[in-house]
C-alpha cells in the first residue's frame, strides 16, 4: 500500500500517530521536528527522492535539555522478517540547543545512509541517553552492518524511553521542492567501526 502512495501522488499524511500505522515495534504521538533543508516533515508524508539524501536537522518544540540518541530505520526493508528494520542513523550524543536544534559532538555510531528504497516507510526516533552511555562493544551494527535492526530492543537495553518520533515514505517522482543540500552534523568521516560481534543475548544481525 505504501508503495502504491508513493507512485502515485505526494500526499501530506493527516495522521495522528509519528509512527507509522503498520510498524507496531514503537509508538508514539510525541512529533520529533524532522528536517531535510528546507523541507519539514509532516508525519507519514511522501517525500521527493532527493530530499532525505543527507542527514536530517533534528528539533523539538518541547524542552529537551539532556543528551539523546535519534536513530532512523527502514521500517519495511524486509516485511517477511520478524524485524523487519535496518538501519539507517544511528547518532549518540544528541543536545538540543535553546532554541531547539539537535547537533552531536560525535561521530554517528552507524553514519547516516540516503534512503534509496522507493516506497518504504522511514522512521526517526528519539529517546533519552542514559547517563554514561557508551555504545556496548559488542554493539554489532555500524556503517557496513545495518540488517535486522529491532527498534524495541534499544528501551530495553539502554534502559531508555521513546520520547518523539517523525516519518516519511520515500517517493520517487515528486517535484522536488527548493531544497538546499546540508551536511546534517557535518561529520563527513565514518568512524572505523566494524563491530560485528554478538550483542547481548542476540546474534549479529538480530538486534
Ligand atoms: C495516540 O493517540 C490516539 C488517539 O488519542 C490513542 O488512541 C493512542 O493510544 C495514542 N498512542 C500512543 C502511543 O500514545
Ligand atoms: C531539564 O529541565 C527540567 C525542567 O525544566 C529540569 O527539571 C531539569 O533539571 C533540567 N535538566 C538539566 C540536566 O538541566
Ligand atoms: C528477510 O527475512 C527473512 C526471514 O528472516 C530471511 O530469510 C531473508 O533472507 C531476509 N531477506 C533479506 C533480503 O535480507
Ligand atoms: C559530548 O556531549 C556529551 C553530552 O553533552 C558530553 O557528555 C561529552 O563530554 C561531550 N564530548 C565532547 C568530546 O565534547
Ligand atoms: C525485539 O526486542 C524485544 C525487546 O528486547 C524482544 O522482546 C523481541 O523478542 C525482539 N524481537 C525479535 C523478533 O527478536
Known amino acids: 500500500m505504501l508503495s502504491l502512495i508513493a507512485?502515485?501522488?505526494?500526499?501530506?499524511g493527516s495522521v495522528l500517530t509519528q509512527t507509522p500505522p503498520s510498524y507496531?515495534?514503537?509508538?508514539?504521538?510525541?512529533?520529533?521536528?524532522?528536517?531535510?533543508?528546507?523541507?519539514?516533515?509532516?508525519?507519514?508524508?511522501?517525500?521527493?527522492?532527493?530530499?532525505?539524501?543527507?542527514a536530517?536537522?533534528?528539533?523539538?518544540?518541547?524542552?529537551l535539555n539532556e543528551t539523546y540518541i535519534a536513530i532512523i530505520v527502514d521500517t519495511t526493508a524486509n516485511l517477511s522478517s520478524p524485524i523487519p528494520a535496518d538501519l539507517v542513523w544511528f547518532q549518540q550524543?544528541?543536545?538540543?540547543s535553546a532554541a531547539g536544534i539537535g547537533s552531536a559532538n560525535s561521530t554517528a555510531q552507524v553514519p547516516y545512509q540516503s534512503p534509496t528504497s522507493v516506497g518504504?516507510?522511514?522512521?526517526?526516533?528519539?529517546?533519552?541517553?542514559?547517563?554514561?552511555?557508551?555504545i556496548p562493544a559488542n554493539f554489532p551494527y555500524s556503517d557496513t552492518f545495518r540488517l535486522a535492526f529491532n527498534v524495541t530492543r534499544?528501551?530495553?537495553?539502554?534502559?531508555?524511553?521513546?520520547?518523539?518520533?517523525?516519518?516519511?515514505?520515500?517517493?520517487?517522482n515528486c517535484p522536488?521542492?527548493?531544497?538546499?543540500?546540508?551536511s546534517g552534523y557535518?561529520?563527513?568521516?565514518?568512524?572505523?567501526?566494524?563491530?560485528?560481534?554478538?550483542?547481548?543475548?542476540?546474534?549479529?544481525?538480530?538486534?
Open 176 to 182: 522536488a521542492p527548493s531544497y538546499t543540500a546540508s
Open 56 to 63: 536530517p536537522t533534528l528539533s523539538t518544540i518541547s524542552p
Open 93 to 96: 550524543d544528541v543536545t538540543f
Open 120 to 134: 518504504h516507510a522511514y522512521l526517526a526516533l528519539i529517546y533519552t541517553q542514559p547517563p554514561g552511555f557508551a
Open 7 to 12: 507512485a502515485a501522488v505526494c500526499l501530506i
Open 24 to 54: 507496531t515495534l514503537a509508538e508514539t504521538n510525541k512529533t520529533l521536528g524532522l528536517s531535510y533543508g528546507s523541507v519539514s516533515v509532516k508525519a507519514g508524508e511522501t517525500l521527493p527522492y532527493r530530499v532525505p539524501t543527507f
Open 154 to 172: 534499544v528501551g530495553s537495553d539502554f534502559h531508555t524511553p521513546l520520547l518523539a518520533a517523525n516519518w516519511f515514505v520515500l517517493g520517487s
Open 186 to 207: 557535518g561529520f563527513a568521516t565514518h568512524g572505523p567501526f566494524a563491530k560485528k560481534a554478538v550483542y547481548t543475548n542476540g546474534a549479529a544481525g538480530r538486534y
